[in-house]
């Protein structure tokens, strides 16, 4: 399935410091010199034991006397010395169980890619099964018994994506495409009007991925950190995706930090330091009611001084209606901005996917000052309207970079328009 997120070229993910040829190459060389200087002295070294066997054999009256000294001789220790080298093998079975896969070979490490890409199909699939389950109950009913395709039908249909949470506005678009296919005998049974409705939800979602942030990979590598600035109402999850976020990008091999700029409410920081605890990812976070700026230009200078890759910025819980708090995001934004080129490079609007409609109200109008770039859906695994998927891409035209599949820190997965709607219709 690849990584989980990505700005650097293929083989710097790989490296980790590990794999790097140059090491080995410069070992090589010295261990060439080395030979050369050991060679004389180990001879000198095992000259001498070899003399004092010999003396101490020569007499045969001391010999039965000796057996006692042989068995305090150095070669009983030598024995030890021998079993210690082949600790190493052990220890070559502890790679077998490395994420880096450096002990396996090319057609392995394909075979594993594989088999993750199926398991995180099959995990995707159980997420929207709940969705799966209610729109294919409906739609069962809606062509149970039916031959042809009549507006009666479309009606029924109709009824059942707006059920999924799909919404009003978009339910009404796909269904003026799939009339039109009728009319040109386009759509003629029931298997292709599937199709049809599979095809135009897709269409929907890969649209939405033309305006705000599609990738990581649009902003240059050289720019760092890369910020990820956090914003939505209290509730949606917002704490749990910084400490995902945050795991997922730090198993890519990235040096990450957490800005806990949430200084509004008391229990923010403490939940952030009990993800970053879990994470093994760095906190930056100051006293309650801390200018949230004040967090940022620190966090901003501590990313640069460590050479982190990644800065996740949380913010407060905003409504639209909270001037103070939306100036207090824009003061943010500047001074990111002015830190850093292109700051915030993202801007995620995290939107519980339980809320459905109401969600994408509190979406809607927080778009029009917070800036958002793109999507985290979370809970998608826990309602069956995850149609709102598909209502969100379509009104807000952004991209869902990510969504929420469970309760896990490896929940959290990029979001594939592809698998999605497939496992809505599996």
């Given at each position: 399935m690849g990584l989980f997120w990505r700005r650097k070229n293929t083989d710097q993910f790989v490296t980790l410091g590990l794999n790097e040829p140059?090491?080995?190459?410069?070992?090589?060389?010295?261990?060439?010199?080395?030979?050369?200087?050991?060679?004389?002295?180990?001879?000198?070294?095992?000259t001498p034991p070899e003399v004092v066997p010999v003396v101490t054999g020569?007499?045969?009256?001391?010999?039965?006397l000796e057996p006692k000294v042989v068995t305090d001789a150095p070669p009983?220790?030598?024995?030890?010395?021998?079993?210690?080298?082949?600790?190493?093998?052990?220890?070559?079975?502890a790679f077998a169980t490395s994420v880096l896969g450096l002990n396996l070979s090319m057609e392995e490490l394909q075979a594993q890619e594989a088999a993750l890409e199926q398991e995180f199909s099959a995990r995707f699939r159980r997420a929207v099964s709940a969705t799966r389950e209610s729109l294919s109950d409906k739609l069962d009913t809606v062509f149970a018994g039916r031959k042809q395709?009549?507006?009666?039908?479309?009606?029924?249909?109709?009824?059942?994506?707006?059920?999924?949470?799909?919404?009003v506005p978009t339910t009404l678009e796909i269904l003026e495409t799939v009339r039109r296919g009728v009319a040109r005998k386009q759509?003629?049974?029931?298997?292709?009007?599937?199709?049809?409705?599979?095809?135009?939800?897709?269409?929907?979602?890969?649209?939405?991925?033309?305006?705000?942030?599609?990738s990581e990979m649009s902003v240059p590598e050289d720019v760092a950190p890369y910020v990820m600035m956090i914003v939505g109402v209290n509730g949606v999850g917002k704490t749990t995706t910084i400490g995902k976020l945050a795991q997922r990008i730090k198993a890519e091999g990235n040096d990450v930090l957490i800005c806990?700029?949430?200084?509004?409410?008391?229990?923010?920081?403490?939940?952030?330091?009990?993800?970053?605890?879990?994470t093994g990812v760095p906190l930056i976070q100051q006293k309650q009611g801390t200018d949230p700026a004040a967090v940022l230009f620190d966090s901003l200078k501590a990313a640069k001084a460590r050479g982190s890759e990644v800065l996740i910025v949380d913010t407060a819980g905003r409504l639209h209606n909270k001037s103070n708090l939306m100036a207090e995001l824009?003061?943010?934004?500047?001074?990111?901005?002015?830190?850093?080129?292109?700051?915030?490079?993202?801007?995620?609007?995290?939107?519980?996917?339980?809320?459905?409609?109401?969600?994408?109200?509190?979406?809607r109008q927080l778009l029009k000052v917070a800036g958002v770039t793109g999507i985290v859906l979370t809970?998608?695994?826990?309602?069956?309207?995850?149609?709102?998927?598909?209502?969100?891409?379509?009104?807000?035209?952004?991209?869902?970079?990510?969504?929420?599949?469970?309760?896990?820190?490896?929940d959290l997965v990029v979001f594939n328009p592809q698998q999605y709607v497939e496992g809505l219709f599996a």
């Open positions: 140059k090491t080995p190459e410069t070992t090589a060389p010295s261990a060439e010199t080395q030979p050369q200087k050991p060679v004389p002295e180990p001879v000198e070294k095992e020569a007499g045969p009256t001391p010999a039965p009983p220790p030598v024995k030890p010395v021998e079993a210690e080298r082949p600790k190493p093998a052990p220890a070559r079975p395709i009549d507006d009666e039908l479309l009606d029924q249909l109709e009824e059942a994506l707006i059920a999924a949470d799909i919404g759509i003629n049974d029931i298997e292709a009007l599937k199709t049809a409705i599979k095809g135009e939800l897709l269409k929907i979602l890969q649209t939405s991925e033309r305006q705000g942030v599609a806990a700029a949430d200084t509004f409410r008391a229990a923010a920081s403490d939940q952030l330091a009990i993800w970053a605890e879990r824009e003061k943010m934004k500047r001074v990111a901005a002015r830190e850093v080129e292109g700051a915030p490079h993202e801007t995620l609007l995290v939107v519980d996917a339980v809320t459905g409609q109401n969600g994408l109200e509190q979406a809970k998608l695994d826990g309602t069956a309207k995850g149609g709102i998927a598909v209502a969100i891409a379509k009104e807000l035209n952004l991209p869902i970079r990510y969504a929420g599949i469970g309760e896990k820190v490896d």
